[in-house]
């Protein structure tokens, strides 16, 4: 967990926190199975590492470190909102923190969304498919920790980066270190496995359409060359509302020429601009 760190542009400062969530990264990772695990299992199904998990993970954050580090005086009505920022599968934490406690959040910035293509509304015929898919991963998560470990070197994890990664240039040792390294720490193949065999919980457009959703401002930017992230149906986001209602929950999208899954990682100055003009919208 990297906590703490003060961003300035243009004279203007914020403090911003790098989440390292349950299984990921440097975190914990115990085993599905463990007491410990089953403690902090958000959804109350067969493995802690889920989105719901992670949410609480979130709020509780917000509630222990954020609010803590914001006392009064310093805030003497009530403690500063936070603003999420989420990308790819984090995205689905981060709504679904502002659906558990809205009064926490203030907006959400989302980079490049996942759709979750091996979830069960995903899948085509899945009445058909999913026995079989699961059964797949079944099979990974009992047999595949072999591969899982010859899988796991800078220079497959480098290939594979270079798919979802429209500017190649970013793709770096740093990069591949930041993200091989934890896999390499104990349980961490479990993770993986666990993660890619959940195809139960929630999809961006049925939280952005829940009668709970907040009256927050949320903006999508994506990579326009993401092999990964639909451009169609991130576009579609733009229709999604509250039942009722004519306003889209998501008020504004943004189309990236020439980036991939990452922006922020190939583009980061033209994230990071977006990034401050979103927290300016909110300041407004």
């Known amino acids: 967990m990297l906590t703490g760190l003060n961003h300035t542009q243009n004279g203007k400062t914020c403090r911003v926190y790098a989440l390292d969530l349950l299984g ?3 975190s914990d990772k115990p ?3 463990d007491p410990t695990a089953q403690s902090v299992d958000g959804e109350n199904v067969r493995s802690p590492y889920n989105f719901y998990t992670w949410a609480e993970q979130i709020t509780d954050f917000v509630h222990d470190v ?3 580090e914001c006392p009064p005086p310093s805030f003497p009505s009530s403690p500063p909102p936070v603003t999420l920022v989420a990308n790819s599968i984090g995205t689905m934490s981060a709504l679904q923190s502002v659906l558990d406690e809205p009064n926490l959040f203030n907006g959400v910035f989302i980079i490049n969304p996942n759709f979750r293509e091996l979830h069960m509304a995903e899948v085509p015929l899945s009445a058909l498919t999913m026995p079989l898919v699961r059964q797949i991963q079944s099979v990974l998560r009992n047999n ?3 591969l899982f470990k010859t899988l796991a070197t800078p220079e497959t994890v480098t290939q594979i980066l270079k798919e979802p990664y429209a500017v190649i240039d970013a793709i770096d040792e740093e990069l591949v270190s930041v993200l091989l390294d934890p896999l390499l720490t104990p349980g961490a193949d479990e993770v993986v496995f666990d993660t890619l065999s959940y195809s139960a919980g929630p999809l961006p457009e049925q939280q952005l359409s829940s009668s709970q959703f907040p009256n927050l401002p949320v903006w999508v930017i994506y ?3 993401d092999p990964w992230t639909p451009a169609l149906r991130v576009e579609k986001l733009r229709q999604v509302g509250r039942p ?3 306003v889209s929950t998501v008020e504004r999208v943004v189309g990236l020429d020439g980036v ?4 922020h990682d190939e583009r980061p100055d033209v994230v990071n601009g977006l990034v401050w ?8």
């Open 277 to 284: 003009e979103f927290l300016e919208r909110l300041a407004s």
């Open 260 to 263: 991939g899954h990452c922006p």
């Open 144 to 146: 595949g920790h072999g």
């Open 223 to 225: 990579g326009k060359d």
């Open 66 to 68: 954020i609010h803590a």
């Open 244 to 246: 009722g209602e004519d």
């Open 31 to 33: 085993n599905r199975n």
């Open 24 to 26: 990921s990264g440097w």
